[in-house]
């Protein structure tokens, strides 16, 4: 593995070695006086972020600190980007600085494989054959997520294979939402998306997953439900009347919890629109995974970090 | 007796057998004693298991410890896959089972276990990943066969056997627990494929 850009370049095999090493990584910092692992001594991983972000940067910057690579952060106001410097030469440079890995958001679908295109032919320009890492890209895809919530599954329920999973809100603008369909699907799980018809994407149709307008027809039969953020950020229109109106249809309330079976979990990939998408009560709730998926992004970040950096260059 | 039937391996052409099924659990039976003898009272020493066979090696010793002394010591893993100094010379490998007994191991007698002692390189990592869970009050190596060709300044405490080699050999060590059956066997030339121990270049 050079690059991790989407689920789709991931077979089953591959993402459940890359969740199997999480959990080890996860036992082998269990309880232990010293946080820090020797394995990535002298890399360098640059994360680049053109949009906001707590969740992904801070982790992906503590997964890499734990494992010992130099971690440095940029941000998209505060470099040269605001000076008007194109993706390829910011790229190019943060390369010939010698970035073993670089950690990419950015609001352009697809920007990722343009930057490993560009790393995987100008290695010999720069020195560095860099490592891409894909952070989110536009409405595409967030590969980290998928796997962490993968994880946090696979955790709570034993098993991810024939599980029902719902995902519920957004779909449109989420790329949360296709790299979870995708990675789900590859793992074996039955995805249903939830999303009222204005926020589905087009060719949804040939996702691996059935579509339905109905969350309380769902509820009932789900092992999980992953609730979307609605991305105000990326309306252009409008999707819904008022955002009381989609709380009162696509929002997870206390009493649509209770529609949940017993076993259900309820993930959020952050940051949470209390009381639009899901109510704080539900959030809060011994059902909720939402603080478990935060601790597994960093160990899964760890393990992809581990993966492309840490044996021999292919 | 079983050790008669050495160089008679079904399946294995080339192979000469070193230690038979019955030889394993006596040897195993050998540094249980000696390990009793050496850390005679110490109620909290801990058997720290390399994976995969150290750690099955570990939970074996610590049984028959408890069968000879009535007190058999816990057992942990500790992974050194993170700790190895050739990461960069293959492609990422897969990790293995970290389980340090709750508590920790500060203060206690480790006995670091492994099925094969050459290099020492392993060995090296393990004492660095030690270090990170805690503070032992003494670290202890116990290995099945010492093969020789130390590249560190590293020597175990108690040793099952030890077989000269050459480079080119392979130690193949079989587990009933992960391969069926128990034996120790040399092979000559690359190409071992079950068993393990630092043989691998």
Redesign the interface.
């Known amino acids: 593995m050079k690059h991790l850009l989407s689920v789709t370049d991931l077979d089953a095999a591959t993402a459940t070695g890359l969740l199997d090493t999480a959990d080890r990584l996860k036992q082998a910092l269990l309880g232990r006086e010293v946080r820090k692992l020797p394995t990535l001594r002298g890399r360098t991983v640059i994360t680049m972020f053109y949009e906001n972000s707590t969740r992904t940067r801070v982790s992906f910057e503590i997964a890499g600190k734990w494992m010992s690579a130099d971690t440095v952060n940029v941000s998209a106001s505060g470099s040269s980007v605001s000076k008007g410097e194109s993706l390829r030469d910011t790229s190019l440079t943060l390369s010939a600085m010698g970035a073993d890995c670089v950690v990419v958001r950015h609001p352009a679908s697809g920007s990722a494989h343009r930057m490993a295109a560009w790393a995987d032919r100008d290695h010999g320009m720069t020195g560095t054959h860099t490592s891409i890492v894909n952070a989110g890209d536009g409405t595409h895809e967030h590969p980290t997520q998928a796997l962490l919530d993968a994880a946090t599954l696979r955790d709570r329920l034993g098993s991810i294979a024939g599980r029902r999973i719902g995902i519920v809100g957004d779909v449109l603008h989420s790329r949360v939402a296709r790299s979870n369909v995708f990675l789900l699907a590859t793992l074996g799980a039955e995805v249903v998306v939830i999303a009222p018809p204005t926020l589905q994407p087009v060719g949804i149709g040939q996702w691996p997953c059935r579509v339905s307008p109905s969350l309380d027809a769902e509820l009932p039969a789900l092992d999980a439900v992953m609730m979307l953020r609605v991305q105000a950020e990326r309306m252009h229109g409008s999707f819904f009347p008022s955002s009381r109106e989609y709380a009162i249809g696509y929002g997870l309330s206390e009493a649509r919890a209770a529609l949940l079976p017993g076993h259900a979990v309820v993930l959020h990939p952050g940051p949470m629109v209390r009381g639009m998408e899901i109510a704080p009560s539900v959030a809060d709730s011994p059902a909720s995974a939402v603080l478990a998926q935060v601790a597994n992004g960093v160990h899964v970040r760890m393990a992809v970090l581990y993966h492309l950096l840490a044996g021999a260059p292919e | 007796m079983a050790n008669d039937r050495r160089g008679d391996v079904p399946g294995a052409p080339g192979d000469r057998e070193l230690l038979s099924a019955a030889d394993v659990t006596r040897t195993i039976a050998r540094i249980a004693h000696q390990i009793i003898e050496k850390t005679a009272g110490d109620e909290r020493a801990v058997l720290i298991g390399i994976p995969t066979r150290g750690t099955i090696l570990a939970r074996r010793l610590s049984a028959a410890i408890g069968e000879f002394s009535g007190t058999a010591p816990e057992v942990g893993s500790v ?1 050194v896959t ?2 190895r100094d050739d ?14 007994p ?1 508590g ?1 191991l500060d203060d206690r007698l480790v006995v670091l276990v492994d099925d094969v002692l050459m290099s020492g390189r392993t060995v090296r990592a393990a004492l ?1 990943a030690l ?5 032992p009050r003494a670290v202890q190596l116990a290995v099945l066969v010492d093969r020789g060709h130390r590249e560190l300044p590293i020597r175990a405490d108690y040793v099952g056997k030890n077989v000269p080699t050459s480079r080119d050999e392979q130690i193949l060590l079989l587990l009933a627990e992960t391969d069926g059956v128990d034996g120790v066997r040399l092979q000559r030339g690359a190409g071992a494929g079950a068993g393990s121990g630092e043989a691998a270049p």
């Not at chain 2, 270090?131 to 503070?135: L, S, V, Y």
């Open positions: 992974d993170l700790y990461l960069r010379r293959r492609p990422a490998r897969a990790l293995e089972d970290t389980d340090v709750d920790g660095d270090a990170d869970h805690g503070r």
